[in-house]
C-alpha cells in the first residue's frame, strides 16, 4: 500500500531523512522507532504531504502523493487518521464536537454526524464524557478522543506520532491496546514512538531509525538502537 | 447546503466569540469610512452652497445713466419675451432710493450721507425666472438683447465671483476627495488588514487543526472573509447614519433648523436621496471590498500546510 522509494528530505544542510526504502503492506501494524531526530517525525509529514521529499518518491496504491494537486490534498487527507502527541484538539470544543468536527468538514449532514461521532465516541470508551471539554479529561481520555476524530472518516490508513509521549504507562498501554485493536478491525496503523515497553508488547514489524537512516526492520520485533 | 449552512454558522460565531476584535475591526472600519463620507458630503454642501446663491437672488440688471425712457420700455418688453422669464418689474431711481432708505431705518448716517439724491441709485429692472436652473442661459439672452448698450451690470456678475470662488473650492475638494479617499483605502486595508490578522492569529491552532483533519481551504476562508464582509457592513452602516447625523449637526449649529426625526429626513432631502443612497452604497462597498480582503489576505499564510 505504502511505498518509499529512497526518500530523502534535507533541512537546510540537515538531512532528516536519508534515503529511506520500505513498504507497508495494507492492515500491517508498523511500529516506527528510534530517538529524538531519527526521522519518525519526517517520514509522518510527508505521508500528510505537510513537507514535501528532496529526492525520491513516496507512492500511496502506486500513486506519488506528492505530485497531487494543491486542491486536492484535503481530500487525500481524509483517508489518513492522524493522532499527535499533543492530542490537538479544540479547546472551546466538547468531546462530542471535537470528533463531529472532522465529519463537518466533509459536508455529511447532521445525522451522519450524530451517529457516526457516537459510533466512534464508543469504540473509544468515551460515550459518557461526550459534553466535556478538553480541558476536564486526564491525558489518555484526550488521546482516546483525538483517536476517535482520526477514525471517524474511516481512513485507510492511521497514523500516531507518539501518542504515548504525554501518558502515563499505565494510559499509554491503554491507547496501544486501543491501536491494535483498530488494526484488528482493519485499519493499517503506523505508530512512531521511542517507548519500548510499548513496542516490545505489541509484538508487531519494528522499523528502528537513527539519524535518518533506517538501520533494522524486522518482522515481530523489539525496540533496539545497536 | 449543509456546507453553507455550516460556514455562515462558523463565521457567526467567529464574530461573538472574538468580540472585543470584532468591536475593534468595526470601529476603524467606522472611522475610516466616515471620514470618506464627510468629503463627499462636503463636496455636496458646496454645491448646495452654489445653487443657493444662483437662486435665491433674483436677477437685477442695471442701467447705465441717463438711458432714455423710451429705451428701457423697449427692452423691458424684449426681456418679457424672453423663454423662462417670469415677470419683470422696472425699479425707477427714485424707487430704488425710497427702498435704500426703508431699508436703512436703522442708520440714519447712511441715509443722510445720500441727503435724498436719486442718483445715486441706477435704475434697474427685477426679472424673476421661472426655474432657477435657467438663470445663466436667461442672463446670456438679455445681454444679447442690449442693441443700444445701456446695460451696465447684472447681479448675476456680482454673485458671480462668490459662485466661480465656491466652484473652485468645490473643485478642489473633488480632487482632494480622491486623493485623500485613496490614501485612506490604503491605510484603512493596512489596518483593518491587522486587526483580522489579530483576530485570525488567535485561531491560528483551529485553522491548522482543520487543514490537518482535511478541510478543503474555502471551507476554512469563508467563515473569516464573511466576518470581514460583516465587519465591512456594520461599519458601513454606523459610518453611514454618523454622517447623516454629523451634517444634520452642522446644520442645526448653523441655526437653519432644529433637532427632529423631520429634519433627518430633511437632511436626507438636501443631500438629494440619490447621493444618500450613493453615499451609502459606496461605504457599504467599500467596507464590504476591505473587509473580505483583509481577511482573506490574512487567512493565506496560515493556510501554507
Known amino acids: 500500500m505504502i511505498q518509499f522509494n529512497r526518500v530523502t528530505k534535507h533541512y537546510g544542510t540537515v538531512r532528516a531523512l536519508d534515503g529511506a526504502v520500505f513498504s507497508i503492506l495494507p492492515r500491517e501494524f508498523v511500529s516506527l522507532v528510534g530517538p529524538s531526530g531519527a526521522g519518525k517525525s519526517t517520514i509522518i509529514k510527508l505521508l500528510t504531504c505537510e513537507e514535501y521529499p528532496t529526492f525520491g518518491q513516496v507512492t500511496i496504491d502506486g500513486k506519488d502523493v506528492h505530485l497531487l494537486k494543491k486542491a486536492y490534498i484535503p481530500y487525500y487527507r481524509r483517508q489518513i487518521g492522524v493522532v499527535y502527541q499533543d492530542f490537538k484538539l479544540l479547546q472551546n470544543k466538547t468531546v462530542f464536537e471535537n470528533v463531529a468536527f472532522a465529519l463537518e468538514v466533509t459536508g455529511a449532514s447532521d445525522e451522519v454526524i450524530k451517529t457516526e461521532t457516537t459510533k466512534m465516541l464508543d469504540l473509544v470508551g468515551l460515550k459518557s464524557k461526550a459534553k466535556s471539554f478538553p480541558h476536564e479529561l486526564s491525558g489518555g481520555e484526550a488521546q482516546r478522543v483525538a483517536i476517535a476524530r482520526a477514525l471517524v472518516l474511516h481512513p485507510r490508513l492511521l497514523i500516531a506520532d507518539e501518542p504515548t509521549g504525554n501518558l502515563d504507562p499505565q494510559n499509554a498501554w491503554d491507547i496501544a491496546q486501543l491501536l491494535v485493536k483498530i488494526n484488528r478491525m482493519g485499519t493499517t496503523v503506523i505508530l512512531a514512538t521511542h517507548n519500548r515497553e510499548i513496542v516490545d508488547s505489541i509484538g508487531k514489524r519494528v522499523i528502528s531509525m537513527k539519524n535518518g537512516k533506517i538501520i533494522s526492520d524486522r518482522r515481530h520485533g523489539k525496540y533496539r538502537l545497536n | ?305
Open chain 2, 1 to 305: 447546503m449543509q456546507l453553507f449552512l455550516r460556514i455562515i454558522k462558523t463565521s457567526w460565531q467567529g464574530f461573538w466569540r472574538n468580540g472585543w476584535l470584532s468591536l475593534v475591526a468595526i470601529f476603524i472600519m467606522v472611522q475610516v469610512l466616515l471620514l470618506v463620507g464627510i468629503f463627499l458630503s462636503l463636496n455636496v454642501g458646496v454645491g448646495q452652497a452654489i445653487r443657493a446663491i444662483n437662486n435665491q437672488i433674483d436677477l437685477a440688471v442695471f442701467f447705465k445713466e441717463y438711458v432714455p425712457a423710451a429705451d428701457i420700455t423697449n427692452f423691458q418688453a424684449r426681456i418679457e419675451n424672453i423663454e423662462n422669464v417670469k415677470s419683470v418689474e422696472f425699479i425707477s431711481q427714485e424707487q430704488a432710493l425710497a427702498r435704500y432708505i426703508a431699508n436703512s431705518q436703522h442708520n440714519r448716517d447712511l441715509i443722510e450721507a445720500i441727503d435724498s439724491d436719486a442718483s445715486f441709485f441706477p435704475a434697474s429692472l427685477e426679472v424673476k425666472v421661472t426655474h432657477p436652473d435657467s438663470l445663466e442661459q436667461v442672463i446670456q439672452q438679455i445681454k444679447s438683447q442690449d442693441t443700444n448698450n445701456i446695460v451696465a451690470t447684472t447681479s448675476w456678475e456680482k454673485n458671480q465671483a462668490v459662485v466661480d470662488k465656491l466652484r473652485k473650492i468645490n473643485k478642489l475638494l473633488a480632487l482632494g476627495n480622491v486623493v485623500i479617499s485613496l490614501i485612506l483605502l490604503i491605510v484603512a486595508l493596512l489596518i483593518i488588514f491587522n486587526t483580522i490578522r489579530i483576530t485570525i492569529f488567535t485561531r491560528k491552532e483551529e485553522i491548522e487543526i482543520m487543514k490537518l483533519v482535511g478541510a478543503t481551504d474555502w471551507y476554512i476562508r469563508w467563515p473569516f472573509v464573511l466576518e470581514g464582509v460583516l465587519y465591512g457592513f456594520l461599519g458601513a452602516l454606523l459610518a453611514f447614519g454618523l454622517t447623516i447625523l454629523m451634517y444634520q449637526g452642522v446644520v442645526w449649529f448653523l441655526g437653519s433648523s432644529y433637532w427632529s426625526w423631520q429634519s433627518v429626513s430633511k437632511t436626507i432631502g438636501d443631500f438629494g436621496l440619490m447621493f444618500a443612497l450613493r453615499l451609502l452604497g459606496f461605504q457599504i462597498f467599500f467596507g464590504i471590498l476591505v473587509g473580505s480582503l483583509s481577511s482573506y489576505l490574512a487567512t493565506r499564510r496560515y493556510l501554507r500546510i
